[in-house]
């Protein structure tokens, strides 16, 4: 199986630096105009009320962080691990760093700035030693030992930004009931196949074992409509929610590179857990998933349908609501 995300696409614009400010991103910043993405889902709401990720946990198994920006790095947990015993061979392929930038960059008024940029990553790199023609590659059976590492570490929140063709097998399932029955919610890419249904393993959504601790993520551009490569909602549609997947901008070092792929829709809804989380310590993860959900914003035909879920990811109504 694969990593979710479409790859690089471009390079953009050259690191310009900015001022930061202690109580949240600026919208006015360069370092907040370049993460569009904050603006297309309301995270405003989130720092406006002070929160910031602080002190929650995501866990993100792929194939590791270690070729990420100081601004994400800052922020990796020193618990992070590799499943794969006596590894030889470096990180080849940034797709676990360019993932976390998006969910977690930290606030520095560089470059660009996570979701949830004072949340805690903990990096489970679980990919297979050589990957696929140099790409991201897992076997379950490594997925299935980063999940319940990422439960045994106190994860709230665990990604899974990958696709594959069919189910994951016995040892899979179990790893992953252990995790949801741990209390964690996972977050998984929806696909870039332009399928009617997610691919696996976001499928286990309607798996009465996991329900309503999946959010399946698919993928919208700039202008907030789902991407003609994502795949839709289809029958996952109740645990189904999109977010900004097209032209994201990750990796600011020298420059920023621009990516696309449901992976990095991961990002953006791990880290609006992650916020809503620290908001709400008092619910569980169920219940945190299940507020997000219901407070997307409506898209496509009126209520849940078959193409965008439950809507567009939207942390303004989150919040909103609960005042």
């Excluded at 790095?73 to 020193?78: F, I």
């Excluded at 570490?153 to 995790?179: C, I, M, N, S, Y």
């Excluded at 029955?181 to 997610?198: E, K, T, Y």
């Excluded at 990750?250 to 992976?263: E, Q, W």
């Amino acid at each position: 199986m694969r990593g979710a995300g479409l790859g690089l696409l471009a390079v953009l614009a050259a690191w310009l630096p900015a001022a930061a400010d202690a109580r949240g991103p600026r919208t006015n910043s360069d370092e907040y105009k370049k993460s569009w993405g904050l603006e297309a889902i309301g995270a405003r709401a989130a720092y406006e009320a002070g929160f910031t990720g602080k002190g929650v946990t995501v866990a993100i198994v792929d194939c590791g962080v270690a070729r990420a920006q100081r601004e994400v790095l800052r922020n990796v947990s020193r618990r992070s691990t590799d499943v794969v015993p006596d590894r030889r061979l470096p990180i080849s392929d940034p797709h676990g760093a360019y993932t976390a930038a998006p969910l977690a960059a930290a606030l520095n008024g560089r470059g660009m700035v996570g979701v949830a940029y004072n949340a805690t990553v903990l990096a489970v790199r679980a990919d297979v030693e050589g990957g696929l023609f140099g790409r991201c590659a897992f076997k379950p059976s490594d997925l299935a030992r980063g999940l319940d590492y990422a439960a045994s570490q106190g994860a709230r929140v665990v990604v899974l930004p990958l696709q594959h063709g069919k189910p994951l097998g016995d040892p899979f399932e179990a790893a992953l009931k252990r995790t949801v029955d741990a209390g964690v919610v996972v977050v998984i890419a929806a696909g870039n196949r332009n399928g009617p249904d997610p691919s696996w393993p976001a499928m286990y959504a309607v798996d009465p074992r996991f329900s309503g601790a999946i959010v399946v993520a698919g993928a919208t551009g700039y202008y907030g409509e789902l991407t003609s490569w994502s795949n839709r909602a289809g029958q996952v549609k109740p645990w189904y929610v999109a977010a900004p997947g097209e032209w994201v901008l990750t990796d600011c070092k020298a420059k920023c590179a621009l990516v696309s792929g449901t992976s990095f829709s991961t990002s953006y809804v791990a880290g609006g857990l992650a916020l809503m989380m620290e908001a709400w310590p008092q619910l569980s993860g169920r219940e945190v998933a299940a507020r997000l959900l219901a407070t997307a914003r409506d898209a496509g035909d009126a209520g849940v349908d078959d193409v965008y879920g439950r809507g567009v990811l939207n942390l303004g109504g989150a919040f909103a609501a609960a005042e």
